[in-house]
């Protein structure tokens, strides 16, 4: 009987369905912003002073499909009455579920990420753990009653600084200690972003009734909250490195002008597409100096 079922999980039909659902589990974990969880990682490991170790390797495969598809898998779950009144979902910029999707997201969820906390709980250094528990908790409470930071001005945003705890987490996976000007630039980096990116969602979160800190504040209040925190985040990044620091103030300077001279939901929403690239832009820049010192021995 065993044999028979395994035999037909092989039939075409089968295999189309699998596939099917791995890519609509992979679209639902949107892999555009995988670098938000990849890159601190990367980073954190460069810091460590390893260009790579495969020691890292079990914490990056995590970071990808199975922790961002808790993340966004959770946030899709409990978002739906937002999601279908937002035009940008279902698109490559987020999925918009069905209510029937909602077990298989969260059998995903649990299937993709479980094995990977059970070993990291069996091999990596308490320290490291209690940080990585911290992180899944804080993104679960971002979106699942009753914490829902998503629907608590400021605490949505602030909640956002847990995007940086890779910086943490990874070097003390290792063995190293974090660098702490660089996590905490990050936090309040991330924390910043996050608002930012929600000004073009403040129509739909306001007719639905969810109080985010960009409905709070408005488009205007937005650009000081957000402009506060990236001049923070500039600061902490020029203890670590001024080219970084000055790629940062330069990008979110940029933003936030745009944002102020026309403070619109529809201008934030334009904007967004230059935010996703902030990270990638900003990364880059310290990627390269961070291999190259590396590879020169310059560093640490």
Known sequence: MIARVARGLWRPASLVYIRGVILRLLHISRPVLWINTLGPATI????????????????????????????????????????????????????????????????????????????????????????????????????????????????????NAAYAFPLVFLPLALGKGPVWAAATGLMAWSAAKHTFDAVQDVDEDRKVGITTTAVRLGPGGVVLWSGVLWALATACFALVNVPVALVNAAISGTLLYILYKNQTPQTGHRLYRYSIAFPYVAGTVAGVQLVAALSLGAYP
Request: aromatic share 14%; net charge neutral.
């Open 44 to 159: 954190g490991m460069w810091l460590a002073g390893d260009l790579w170790t495969w020691e890292a390797l079990p914490v990056l495969l995590w970071l990808t499909l199975p922790f961002n598809l808790l993340i966004y898998g959770v946030n899709d779950v409990f978002d739906q009455e937002t999601d279908a009144r937002n035009p940008r979902k279902g698109t490559l910029e987020g999925a918009r579920i069905d209510r029937s999707e909602v077990r298989l997201i969260a059998l995903g969820v649990v299937i993709s990420n479980v094995p990977f906390l059970v070993y990291f709980v069996l091999v990596l250094p308490l320290s490291a753990v209690a940080w990585m528990l911290l992180y899944a908790l804080v993104f679960v409470g971002y979106s699942a009653p009753p914490a829902r930071f998503k629907a608590r001005p400021y605490l949505d945003s602030l909640s």
